[in-house]
């Protein structure tokens, strides 16, 4: 049991209130001197003191009211109260082909380009659950472990690309086995692998079918492409070729990839123009309405005590009320009044405090008025969700809690401080090792920090090279003119 005040800056009302209470107990001379006469004497001895001394004990009850009532505003609470969410968990694991066929132009301007940006629409539609992410070409690697956080994986996906992949190639069962590990890894029981593809060759279709009749998870198949196929055109000019010299045209066998796709009652849907395509893949909730389970993602937030001071205020307020019946009266026949839904709602709403009320406008998804929540970090997840990056991470810099360092590095990484939010999953981890979602997060951003340093690198190296090229080529420009002149 922890005990803390939630709003702690206003127990500076102490102060006014010891300076008031120190003016009372100075009059207590008086009070015993008022003790020692007679009651019928009082008036007569001490005038209009001895009037004021019936008062006293009205004065000595409004002492204990306000300390209370500023014990009460202050937020006195000793425990936290967890908010859970409730979600379906259905991991799945986007597996993105990175081969140099994603370069051919039949889809304008390529088959990548619509590859992310179809992905990127995926993501939109996946609002439960967790999602990884795998690249394949030669070879596979993890680009992102599951998480919950749509937001990384929006930033790290425009980044993949063939010329990052560590070896060239085509390689989709070291994919599919990648995104296999990444769900076993998390000891999730089922769970769906969506590969995005422009083709693959029956034999490695046989393979994967194999692979997949092992394990518990289902493959679905989004292609990208047409039958008729177009060249490849490279990043650096010009088209691939193959070993002969002639210039590669892939095309696209749906109906191969939409077969194995079937195998395990996956889903298959091919590239078009509109979002019907994408709209294939939207989960199926009611499918999922058995596995619900609490997760505890959620902040633990300070359960405010203040409100039960009600309990002693209330009959000390009346006790300080001269005419008690009129008072009383008047309740009476406030409740008996026919009250609208709208005031019994403010009424419900007024004994909640602000975080109460800014959470439940969080969970409503009204993030603008989550946002006036006192609790910094409430308040900085719901300026993260309107949009409000940057007023996020001004709110969120005032926490030291292990929320609070999250939510920090997340805003970070969404407005691209990299180094920075690192910093924040650290300290998010020093409060907590056993983070999950934070060392996830953190992987996540060093991984995108490194494909952009390898992207400064090659573009550097690109620049330097092209400044050779072009001192070579006038040194070769001079050297010609030299000759010609020493020709004549």
């Given at each position: 049991?922890?005990f803390?005040?939630?709003?702690?800056?206003?127990?500076?009302?102490?102060?006014?209130?010891?300076?008031?209470?120190a003016?009372?107990?100075?009059?207590?001379?008086?009070?015993?001197?008022?003790?020692?006469?007679?009651?019928?004497?009082?008036?007569?001895?001490?005038?209009?003191?001895?009037?004021?001394?019936?008062?006293?004990?009205?004065?000595?009850l409004?002492?204990?009211?306000?300390?209370?009532?500023?014990?009460?505003?202050?937020?006195?609470?000793?425990?936290?109260?967890e908010?859970?969410?409730?979600?379906?968990?259905?991991?799945?694991?986007?597996?993105?082909?990175?081969?140099?066929?994603?370069?051919?132009?039949?889809?304008?301007?390529?088959?990548?380009?619509?590859?992310?940006?179809?992905?990127?629409?995926?993501l939109?539609?996946?609002?439960?659950?967790?999602?990884?992410?795998?690249?394949?070409?030669?070879?596979?690697?993890?680009?992102?472990?599951?998480?919950?956080?749509?937001?990384?994986?929006?930033?790290l996906?425009?980044?993949?690309?063939?010329?990052?992949?560590?070896?060239?190639?085509?390689?989709?069962?070291?994919?599919?086995?990648?995104?296999?590990?990444?769900?076993?890894?998390?000891?999730?029981?089922?769970?769906?692998?969506?590969?995005?593809?422009?083709?693959?060759?029956?034999?490695?279709?046989?393979?994967?079918?194999?692979?997949?009749?092992?394990?518990?998870?289902?493959?679905?198949?989004?292609?990208?492409?047409?039958?008729?196929?177009?060249?490849?055109k490279?990043?650096?000019?010009?088209?691939?070729?193959?070993?002969?010299?002639?210039?590669?045209?892939?095309?696209?066998?749906?109906?191969?990839?939409?077969?194995?796709?079937?195998?395990?009652?996956?889903?298959?849907?091919?590239?078009t123009?509109?979002?019907?395509?994408?709209?294939?893949?939207?989960?199926?909730?009611?499918?999922?309405?058995?596995?619900?389970?609490?997760?505890?993602?959620?902040?633990?937030?300070?359960?405010?005590?203040?409100?039960?001071?009600?309990?002693?205020?209330?009959?000390?307020?009346?006790?300080?009320?001269?005419?008690?019946?009129?008072?009383?009266?008047?309740?009476?026949?406030?409740?008996?009044?026919?009250?609208?839904?709208?005031?019994?709602?403010?009424?419900?709403?007024?004994?909640?405090?602000?975080?109460?009320?800014?959470?439940?406008a969080?969970?409503?998804?009204?993030?603008?008025?989550?946002?006036?929540?006192?609790?910094?970090?409430?308040?900085?997840?719901?300026?993260?969700?309107?949009?409000?990056?940057?007023?996020?991470?001004?709110?969120?810099?005032?926490?030291?809690?292990?929320?609070?360092?999250?939510?920090?590095?997340?805003?970070?990484?969404?407005?691209?401080?990299?180094?920075?939010?690192?910093?924040?999953?650290?300290?998010?981890?020093?409060?907590?090792?056993?983070?999950?979602q934070?060392?996830?997060?953190?992987?996540?951003?060093?991984?995108?920090?490194?494909?952009?340093?390898?992207?400064?690198?090659?573009?550097q190296?690109?620049?330097?090279?092209?400044?050779?090229?072009?001192?070579?080529q006038?040194q070769?420009?001079?050297?010609?003119?030299?000759?010609?002149?020493?020709?004549?």
């Amino acid at each position: 049991m922890e005990f803390e005040f939630i709003r702690p800056h206003l127990l500076w009302l102490l102060i006014p209130w010891v300076i008031y209470s120190a003016l009372q107990w100075s009059k207590k001379s008086n009070q015993k001197s008022a003790q020692l006469i007679a009651p019928h004497l009082m008036k007569v001895v001490m005038g209009a003191d001895g009037q004021k001394h019936q008062k006293q004990s009205n004065s000595w009850l409004g002492i204990v009211f306000f300390l209370l009532a500023i014990i009460a505003v202050a937020g006195p609470s000793i425990e936290k109260q967890e908010v859970p969410v409730f979600k379906t968990q259905a991991p799945r694991v986007l597996v993105l082909d990175m081969s140099y066929s994603m370069y051919s132009t039949d889809l304008a301007p390529n088959r990548l380009t619509q590859a992310r940006f179809k992905t990127l629409d995926m993501l939109k539609q996946f609002k439960e659950g967790e999602t990884g992410l795998v690249a394949y070409a030669g070879d596979a690697f993890t680009v992102s472990p599951l998480t919950t956080d749509v937001t990384t994986l929006e930033n790290l996906i425009p980044s993949l690309r063939p010329e990052i992949m560590p070896s060239k190639g085509s390689n989709v069962y070291a994919g599919i086995e990648e995104a296999i590990g990444l769900l076993t890894g998390a000891s999730a029981t089922y769970g769906d692998i969506i590969l995005v593809t422009d083709g693959l060759e029956q034999e490695d279709a046989e393979d994967v079918q194999k692979l997949l009749s092992d394990s518990p998870f289902n493959l679905s198949i989004y292609a990208l492409g047409t039958a008729q196929g177009a060249p490849i055109k490279l990043p650096e000019g010009g088209f691939l070729k193959d070993q002969y010299g002639q210039i590669v045209v892939p095309k696209l066998f749906p109906t191969r990839l939409e077969k194995l796709a079937r195998v395990k009652g996956g889903k298959f849907a091919s590239y078009t123009a509109d979002s019907s395509d994408i709209e294939t893949f939207k989960p199926n909730l009611g499918a999922n309405t058995s596995v619900l389970k609490r997760d505890q993602e959620s902040a633990k937030w300070r359960v405010d005590a203040g409100i039960y001071l009600l309990i002693v205020l209330i009959p000390l307020a009346l006790l300080l009320v001269r005419n008690h019946a009129v008072m009383l009266s008047a309740l009476v026949v406030f409740a008996m009044l026919p009250q609208q839904k709208a005031l019994a709602n403010e009424w419900t709403q007024w004994f909640k405090n602000s975080d109460q009320n800014a959470l439940q406008a969080y969970q409503n998804e009204a993030f603008d008025e989550a946002a006036l929540a006192d609790n910094p970090v409430l308040r900085g997840a719901a300026l993260y969700k309107a949009g409000d990056y940057e007023g996020a991470v001004k709110t969120l810099e005032q926490t030291s809690s292990v929320e609070g360092q999250y939510n920090l590095g997340n805003a970070l990484a969404r407005i691209g401080k990299l180094d920075d939010a690192i910093s924040a999953y650290e300290k998010a981890l020093s409060l907590d090792p056993d983070f999950t979602q934070a060392k996830d997060n953190k992987a996540l951003v060093e991984a995108l920090k490194d494909q952009q340093e390898q992207q400064d690198q090659q573009g550097q190296q690109d620049q330097q090279g092209q400044q050779d090229q072009q001192g070579q080529q006038d040194q070769q420009g001079q050297q010609d003119q030299q000759g010609q002149q020493d020709q004549q």
